[in-house]
């Protein structure tokens, strides 16, 4: 039987290939013509520890992780031991064996299991422990119809530069993975994949590359950023494609130097962005404080991870929004943008760089772990259809120049340097029109206002807040970040069910899209706040500028919510 909707879930040790495993189906499925979305969990240290990789594949628009697998593939006993009592009837274990770290053959009460001596065939038939990974690929491509002609093709791109003999190896370790299947197990579970027709135009691509491509969508010209995980994958992303397009990439000495470069960059007429994390994003306060008083539009990626402090480098969280929206001393105004998804992040960094540059504001793009780690496929963006937005600049037309000049809008002109007559102070100190120093309470009101009120049409600027209401629904939900994508499968769920449930899905988190949010709440007699950390962050946030007593449903695990954990919370409040 072909599987519609399949998600395979490899487990193992650190350092045993268990991602590359994941990327490689993930790469063969999508080059197969199908939806993939995947979901990938690691310790912080470089080897060792338990790794996870799951990958779900399908013929229609894949949400989220999911709940659960149908097939683990387990490279040791910890990985099995993690999971066991995660397998439901009908699912399916394949697991090293004989010979290697799980040391006795299992037989789990309405699992199917396959044992595949992944160890011993890689150290004593192939003479080499690091392909063990490539067995397991092969007996998994053969027992569920994954095309080994993509898988191979994968293999070429990914060893290629380590010689012909290196690619020949993975190779025959694959074949053999395959041929144990063919020789020694007898198929009796259901799953197979069920390949679409290859899709023209399709790209593969993570999280945090689909934030770096929409930069340069968008027209970025200077990046710069300190290394943290998971925000990384950013900055080598554009560390690559950046110099393609003229633009300039560095790596600063700390987080501080790397948001202070880019003030200076946009301050020179460049777009410009940073990328890090929860505690890189604490330390850049003062400094956006500085771009925000200063009126310098700049872009920051804050791929958010559990905290506080250094805390889980690894693993999914959704606990910066507090930071991000209300951080920094003195009021300081600031735009929070949060992308649902890995498309969403290619088109929310082209929005961020519109709002920067037509606010002049630090604007504040928060991913996380889970979004930023995920691989998913996507339709190639076009360009001619993006909507592109420069900086009003002063032109030098011999009109006395006044870089903070109070306008009907809020937002005043920005000169280059060396534009003539364009001359002005940018610095931290309040200012006057003119850009000089000035401290009277007058001045320092009239400037605060011009800063905050400058955002007062945000709303309407920014796409428009998508709202999924049922006619006699009771229950309403509004969610934010990489949760959204979780809370649309468990509203289909829940409606599949019978149950009426309607679904906010707000992108622009700070300011806070006040009418799409009054419209929707004054519809529902009860509201529930799924999120990713301890405070119930958004509930919170929201309850501040509407009053509104919402259920809060805060997790704080390190993983993301499942569709089941939404749609028993459904029941359970609705």
Same mark, same amino acid.
């Given at each position: 039987?072909?599987?519609?909707?399949?998600?395979?879930?490899?487990?193992?040790?650190?350092?045993?290939?268990?991602? *590359?495993?994941?990327?490689?189906?993930?790469?063969?499925?999508?080059? %197969?013509?199908?939806?993939?979305?995947?979901?990938?969990?690691?310790?912080?240290?470089?080897?060792?520890?338990?790794?996870?990789?799951q990958t779900r594949f399908a013929h229609d628009n894949i949400?989220?992780?999911?709940?659960?697998?149908?097939?683990?593939?387990?490279?040791?006993?910890?990985?099995?031991?993690?999971?066991?009592?995660?397998?439901?009837?009908?699912?399916?274990?394949?697991?090293?064996?004989?010979? +290697?770290?799980?040391?006795?053959?299992?037989?789990?009460?309405?699992?199917?299991?396959?044992?595949?001596?992944? *160890?011993?065939?890689?150290?004593?038939?192939?003479?080499?422990?690091?392909?063990?990974?490539?067995?397991?690929?092969?007996?998994?491509?053969?027992?569920?119809?994954?095309?080994?002609?993509?898988?191979?093709?994968?293999?070429?791109?990914?060893? +290629?530069?380590?010689?012909?003999?290196?690619?020949? @190896?993975?190779?025959?370790?694959?074949?053999?993975?395959?041929?144990?299947?063919?020789?020694?197990?007898?198929?009796?579970?259901?799953?197979?994949?069920?390949?679409?027709?290859?899709?023209?135009?399709?790209?593969?691509?993570?999280?945090?590359?689909?934030?770096? !491509? +929409?930069?340069?969508?968008?027209?970025?010209?200077?990046?710069? =950023?300190?290394?943290?995980?998971?925000?990384?994958?950013?900055?080598?992303?554009? %560390?690559?494609?950046?110099?393609?397009?003229?633009?300039?990439?560095?790596?600063?000495?700390?987080?501080?130097? $790397?948001?202070?470069? #880019?003030?200076?960059?946009?301050?020179?007429?460049?777009?410009?962005?940073?990328?890090? *994390?929860?505690?890189?994003?604490?330390?850049?306060?003062?400094?956006?404080?500085?771009? $925000?008083? %200063?009126?310098?539009?700049?872009?920051?990626?804050?791929?958010?991870?559990?905290?506080?402090?250094?805390?889980?480098?690894?693993?999914?969280?959704? $606990?910066?929004?507090?930071?991000?929206?209300?951080?920094?001393?003195?009021?300081?105004?600031? #735009?929070?943008?949060?992308?649902?998804?890995?498309?969403?992040?290619?088109?929310?960094?082209?929005?961020?760089?519109?709002?920067?540059?037509?606010?002049?504001?630090? #604007?504040?793009? !928060?991913?996380?772990?889970? @979004?930023?780690?995920?691989?998913? *496929?996507?339709?190639?963006?076009?360009?001619?259809?993006?909507?592109?937005?420069?900086?009003?600049?002063?032109?030098?037309?011999?009109?006395?120049?006044?870089?903070?000049?109070?306008?009907?809008?809020?937002? $005043?002109?920005? =000169?280059?340097?060396?534009?003539?007559?364009?001359?002005?102070?940018?610095? +931290?100190?309040?200012?006057?029109?003119?850009?000089?120093?000035?401290?009277?309470?007058?001045?320092h009101s009239k400037m605060l206002d011009k800063r905050f009120?400058? !955002?007062?049409?945000?709303?309407?600027?920014?796409?428009?807040?998508?709202?999924?209401?049922?006619?006699?629904?009771?229950?309403?939900?509004?969610?934010?970040? %990489?949760?959204?994508?979780?809370?649309?499968?468990?509203?289909?769920?829940?409606?599949?069910?019978?149950?009426?449930?309607?679904?906010?899905?707000?992108?622009?988190?700070?300011?806070?899209?006040?009418?799409?949010?009054?419209?929707?709440?004054?519809?529902?007699?009860?509201?529930?706040?799924?999120?990713?950390?301890?405070?119930?962050?958004?509930?919170?946030?929201?309850?501040?500028?509407?009053?509104?007593?919402?259920?809060?449903?805060?997790?704080?695990?390190?993983?993301?919510?499942?569709?089941?954990?939404? !749609?028993?919370?459904?029941?359970?409040?609705?």
């Amino acid at each position: 039987m072909a599987q519609n909707d399949l998600i395979i879930r490899f487990g193992g040790e650190g350092g045993e290939g268990i991602i *590359s495993s994941g990327d490689m189906v993930a790469q063969a499925a999508a080059r %197969s013509g199908l939806e993939v979305l995947t979901f990938k969990t690691f310790p912080a240290e470089i080897r060792g520890g338990y790794a996870m990789y799951q990958t779900r594949f399908a013929h229609d628009n894949i949400l989220c992780e999911g709940s659960g697998f149908d097939v683990m593939v387990a490279f040791n006993q910890e990985a099995l031991d993690q999971n066991v009592k995660l397998m439901k009837e009908g699912t399916v274990l394949v697991y090293d064996y004989p010979g +290697g770290d799980i040391a006795e053959e299992q037989n789990i009460p309405g699992v199917t299991c396959y044992p595949v001596p992944m *160890s011993k065939t890689a150290k004593e038939d192939l003479g080499m422990y690091r392909v063990k990974n490539m067995v397991a690929m092969g007996a998994v491509a053969e027992l569920f119809a994954i095309s080994m002609d993509q898988i191979r093709e994968t293999i070429k791109e990914k060893f +290629g530069k380590k010689g012909a003999e290196i690619v020949e @190896l993975n190779f025959k370790a694959l074949d053999a993975g395959r041929d144990h299947v063919r020789n020694n197990l007898k198929k009796t579970d259901p799953y197979k994949m069920d390949p679409g027709k290859p899709k023209e135009g399709t790209i593969i691509i993570s999280g945090n590359e689909a934030v770096g !491509l +929409g930069a340069l969508l968008a027209g970025v010209q200077f990046f710069s =950023a300190y290394p943290i995980t998971p925000a990384t994958e950013v900055a080598n992303y554009l %560390s690559k494609e950046l110099p393609k397009f003229k633009g300039t990439l560095v790596q600063a000495e700390d987080e501080i130097a $790397s948001i202070g470069n #880019v003030i200076g960059a946009s301050y020179a007429g460049a777009k410009a962005m940073t990328a890090t *994390s929860g505690p890189g994003l604490s330390l850049m306060q003062e400094l956006i404080g500085l771009a $925000s008083i %200063s009126e310098v539009p700049i872009v920051i990626c804050d791929v958010q991870r559990g905290g506080p402090s250094t805390g889980l480098p690894t693993k999914h969280e959704q $606990s910066d929004l507090l930071l991000a929206a209300l951080g920094c001393h003195g009021d300081a105004s600031k #735009v929070v943008i949060s992308p649902e998804g890995v498309e969403d992040c290619v088109y929310l960094t082209v929005e961020a760089f519109n709002v920067a540059e037509k606010y002049q504001v630090p #604007v504040i793009i !928060l991913s996380d772990g889970s @979004l930023g780690f995920r691989t998913a *496929s996507m339709k190639r963006p076009d360009p001619k259809s993006l909507r592109i937005v420069n900086r009003e600049l002063y032109k030098g037309n011999g009109k006395p120049f006044a870089r903070y000049e109070f306008t009907a809008s809020g937002v $005043s002109a920005m =000169a280059l340097p060396g534009t003539p007559g364009g001359a002005y102070i940018s610095t +931290g100190l309040e200012h006057a029109e003119s850009s000089a120093p000035r401290y009277t309470a007058d001045n320092h009101s009239k400037m605060l206002d011009k800063r905050f009120n400058k !955002l007062n049409d945000i709303e309407d600027f920014f796409p428009k807040t998508e709202a999924d209401v049922q006619d006699g629904a009771g229950l309403g939900i509004i969610t934010w970040g %990489s949760t959204i994508g979780v809370v649309r499968e468990a509203v289909k769920l829940a409606r599949a069910q019978g149950l009426k449930v309607s679904a906010l899905y707000p992108k622009l988190v700070w300011p806070l899209p006040l009418k799409a949010l009054n419209g929707f709440t004054s519809k529902h007699k009860k509201i529930l706040i799924p999120e990713v950390n301890k405070q119930g962050q958004l509930a919170r946030l929201i309850k501040s500028e509407t009053g509104l007593n919402s259920i809060s449903y805060p997790i704080y695990g390190g993983m993301p919510f499942t569709p089941a954990m939404i !749609l028993d919370k459904i029941k359970e409040v609705i």
